[in-house]
């Protein structure tokens, strides 16, 4: 028999990572950074078909000190990197980032000197979404992940631990000119 049973109903049991992990993934607060075509399906998302409000984004926000989601929607050329890593920057911790598209995932189609190959060049990104340009659906879909992610985050100690671990795992890697596909 647990403590479960012996408490008188409407009791709650958890822990305050749990608490602080549910407050924060139902409340992000996105920032405006689309910078191509991407950033139409990211609008989109805002509007009554698919309602980001039912998660807790009703608003997307213009000052970065308010937000603590970026989603860079499109290519990032040379010259708006560095505004967006100042953007970055300037939003408070804790912050998560959404590459949205496959320019700002890869370079995309765009293999030439004016566009960044890749937004993990410039931030750290939480979260990659494929598609050129992807569907709110899939927007939507990995805000979701995102937020399941964020739910399960650690707080103080327990995260510099878990981000030490991630580091380690991170530099124990194989290169991927190792790589090998799979062989059936």
Same mark, same amino acid.
């Given at each position: 028999?647990?403590?479960?049973?012996?408490?008188?109903?409407?009791?709650?049991?958890?822990?305050?990572?749990?608490?602080?992990?549910?407050? /924060?993934?139902?409340? #992000?607060w996105?920032?405006?950074?689309?910078?191509?075509c991407?950033?139409?399906?990211? =609008?989109?998302?805002?509007?009554?078909?698919?309602?980001?409000?039912? #998660?807790?984004m009703?608003?997307? /926000?213009?000052?970065? /000190?308010?937000?603590?989601?970026?989603?860079?929607?499109?290519?990032?050329?040379?010259?708006?990197?560095?505004?967006?890593?100042q953007?970055?920057?300037?939003?408070?911790?804790?912050?998560?980032?959404?590459?949205?598209?496959?320019?700002?995932?890869?370079?995309? =189609? #765009?293999?030439?000197?004016?566009?960044?190959?890749?937004?993990?060049?410039?931030?750290?990104?939480?979260?990659?979404?494929?598609?050129?340009?992807?569907?709110?659906? =899939?927007?939507?879909?990995?805000?979701?992940?995102?937020?399941?992610?964020?739910?399960?985050?650690?707080?103080?100690?327990?995260?510099?631990?878990?981000?030490?671990?991630?580091?380690?795992?991170?530099?124990?890697?194989?290169?991927?000119?190792?790589?090998?596909?799979?062989?059936?």
């Amino acid at each position: 028999m647990g403590i479960e049973e012996k408490l008188p109903s409407g009791v709650l049991l958890t822990t305050v990572e749990g608490v602080a992990g549910y407050m /924060r993934k139902a409340s #992000f607060w996105p920032a405006t950074f689309g910078l191509a075509c991407c950033a139409i399906e990211m =609008m989109t998302t805002g509007g009554p078909k698919y309602d980001l409000a039912r #998660f807790g984004m009703e608003v997307f /926000r213009a000052s970065p /000190r308010q937000a603590d989601l970026m989603i860079v929607a499109g290519r990032v050329s040379q010259k708006m990197a560095p505004v967006l890593r100042q953007i970055y920057d300037q939003m408070p911790d804790p912050k998560w980032v959404l590459a949205m598209g496959v320019c700002a995932s890869s370079g995309g =189609m #765009f293999n030439n000197y004016a566009v960044v190959q890749g937004v993990d060049h410039v931030v750290p990104v939480d979260m990659y979404l494929p598609g050129c340009p992807p569907r709110p659906e =899939m927007l939507i879909d990995a805000i979701l992940k995102l937020h399941d992610q964020v739910q399960h985050t650690k707080l103080g100690v327990n995260r510099l631990a878990e981000i030490e671990a991630q580091e380690e795992s991170a530099l124990n890697a194989l290169p991927t000119s190792q790589m090998k596909g799979l062989l059936r």
